[in-house]
């Protein structure tokens, strides 16, 4: 066999190669919270950048009310963020979502999780989740020119940029360090939850 024939040529429905979760609280019209699980996030410095679907109640809000908090779930909380998945908060349903998913006012209660206030947003955080982001929306870019993405009802990257970070105690190694052999994030592994495995080593700029 060839180099080239050790390989095969796929179309992947979705290209999550082990995206950590994240729960995304905002605030609905009324003044209630919303709570939705993503999996297309990422980070640079403090500011961060949230992939979602444009038919999203967190994209409404987020165009609308622009604080939020990213909260992270550890790996053993996946049954809890599992229990949001099929729930949306559109009102109706959006058509193309209807054969899977149904509406759901409450997704705290839903999900089992419990509100926290939040201190520099006025949006509540998920006691749960051993870190909480609070942040706050400063652009938001419609994606377009991919066929894909306009087949979900097209999506948008949006720009946050995290204000206050809050970690459970027995997570901070010292001072603002975070002890990367507690911490575990969950892991969405093209639609299957993971956790970490076993450290196998660390980068020269590690400090701890």
């Not at 003044?31 to 444009?54: C, E």
């Not at 229990?83 to 979502?97: F, M």
């Amino acid at each position: 066999m060839t180099p080239s024939e050790e390989f095969v040529t796929i179309a992947p429905k979705i290209l999550y190669f082990g995206n950590p979760v994240a729960l995304i609280s905002s605030l609905n019209e009324d003044g209630t919270p919303n709570l939705a699980p993503i999996s297309s996030f990422w980070a640079l410095g403090w500011t961060m950048t949230l992939g979602l679907l444009t038919e999203t109640k967190t994209l409404k809000n987020l165009q609308e009310r622009p604080e939020c908090v990213v909260n992270l779930p550890s790996p053993d909380m996946w049954r809890q963020v599992e229990a949001l998945a099929p729930l949306t908060g559109q009102n109706p349903v959006p058509e193309d979502k209807r054969d899977k998913f149904r509406f759901e006012k409450d997704k705290f209660t839903a999900g089992d999780f419990t509100t926290l206030p939040g201190e520099v947003v006025p949006v509540p955080r998920v006691q749960e989740c051993p870190v909480q982001m609070e942040a706050i929306t400063r652009s938001i870019h419609h994606l377009t020119g991919e066929a894909r993405v306009h087949k979900l009802g097209g999506a948008a990257s949006v720009e946050v940029e995290i204000l206050r970070v809050h970690v459970r105690k027995d997570y901070v190694l010292k001072e603002h360090y975070i002890d990367p052999g507690k911490w575990q994030p969950l892991i969405y592994n093209f639609r299957h939850y993971f956790g970490l495995g076993e450290e196998l080593g660390s980068t020269f700029r590690a400090e701890v």
